[in-house]
């Protein structure tokens, strides 16, 4: 700060003033860093999820469940999902009672996928997505299902919205 | 982040940057009380950061904490902690300006209203009660021109951040932030010398 003299602030003390003012004129919502803290405590819980960008014959989600209890219907299904960075696409095949998932990841990456049941807690698969970006669940559970990915650099883990196997 | 960090050295008495360095040591140390002395000590500082860049407050209040996730994700990258408030505030900054952007795109938006939600400038806050010399500050900063405002406003909050990062916010050049920060520091000067005021 200046004094009698009259001299003028050096631009970091300006610019303190600057701030200053601000933080009166703008302050933060008394609860923000509980908000923080709350966030990051669930923060385990979190994943980011894909969009559904195409799918063919029986779409993602609106199979009825009648259709869901016909163990003798076949046939094969494809979704598609957009997720940051990459692009997966999966083939849901079914015969004899047995169901198949393959899936591609694009642009290739190393990353592990998770294939779990929404309704049946645990028993979740893994697969390793090779370097030409496939990874496969020779044998997959029926049912509601969702699929996380997980980078190997971290990050929130990214799923699928629900899909019928 | 491999960036030049930004400068903590010279913003302020109650800048709390020491503050922040030692929790976060403790915190890395094992002390989880320092994550939380850290999150109440700078998260203040980062809504400053990311409401200089014109999101609205909801958005803001989401980057701070989106922002927090991405220190605990990246928490064994930072070696320094004297950089901490540095490496949280270049990460808000950016993050604020990547969903200013994406918000932009969605929904476009007069920039009169973009421009950093600033308060009327006839009107300072009713409810903030002011003293003599913020009321003369404020009505200063109001007749500088709009580009100035903003610019003021970034580099004020937080650590000073590096002239990359406020060039990329208001598309300019790097080059000319420096003599531009300059010139809108004489022009304010000049308006509390008019007004009689402390430069």
Redesign the interface.
């Given at each position: 700060m200046n004094d009698a003299t009259g001299a003028s602030r050096s631009d970091d003390q300006l610019l303190d003033a600057v701030a200053e003012l601000w933080t009166r004129l703008d302050p933060p919502p008394d609860d923000l860093a509980d908000g923080v803290l709350a966030r990051l405590a669930v923060r385990d819980l979190e994943y980011e999820l894909l969009t559904l960008v195409d799918s063919d014959a029986a779409l993602a989600g609106v199979r009825s469940a009648t259709m869901l209890r016909a163990p003798e219907e076949t046939g094969t299904w494809s979704l598609e999902y957009l997720g940051p960075g990459f692009r997966v696409q999966l083939r849901i095949s079914r015969r004899q009672r047995q169901a198949r998932l393959d899936g591609w990841v694009s642009p290739p990456q190393p990353m592990t996928v998770m294939l779990s049941s929404v309704l049946r807690k645990g028993g979740v698969l893994e697969a390793q997505v090779s370097d030409s970006g496939r990874f496969e669940f020779p044998v997959a559970p029926a049912g509601a299902c969702r699929m996380t990915f997980v980078t190997e650099s971290g990050g929130r883990p990214q799923a699928t919205p629900p899909f019928w196997i | 982040m491999s960036e030049v960090p930004e400068s903590t050295a010279?913003?302020?008495p109650g800048a709390p940057w020491g503050v922040a360095a030692a929790a976060f040591t403790r915190w890395r140390e094992g002390d989880d009380d320092g994550f939380?002395e850290l999150?109440?000590v700078l998260?203040?500082v980062l809504?400053?950061v990311v409401?200089?860049t014109g999101l609205d407050?909801e958005r803001a209040?989401d980057v701070?904490?989106t922002t927090?996730?991405a220190l605990?994700?990246?928490a064994e990258s930072i070696t320094s902690a004297q950089g901490i408030a540095a490496w949280l505030c270049t990460s808000a900054r950016r993050e604020a300006w990547r969903v200013g952007r994406q918000s932009t795109r969605e929904r476009p938006v007069d920039d009169q209203v973009l421009a950093h939600?600033l308060?009327d400038h006839d009107s300072?806050?009713e409810q903030?009660v002011?003293d003599d010399?913020?009321t003369l500050?404020?009505a200063c900063?109001g007749k500088l021109p709009d580009r100035c405002q903003k610019l003021?406003?970034i580099?004020?909050?937080g650590p000073?951040p590096n002239y990359t990062d406020v060039a990329s916010s208001l598309g300019m050049p790097v080059g000319s932030i420096g003599p531009t920060?300059?010139r809108c520091?004489d022009k304010?000067?000049h308006e509390l010398t008019l007004s009689g005021g402390?430069?």
């Open positions: - | 010279a913003t302020g939380e999150v109440r998260s203040p809504w400053q409401r200089a407050r209040e701070v904490q927090w996730i605990v994700d990246h939600g308060p300072p806050e903030v002011l010399e913020a500050l404020w900063l003021l406003r580099v004020a909050s000073r920060r300059g520091l304010l000067r402390v430069r």
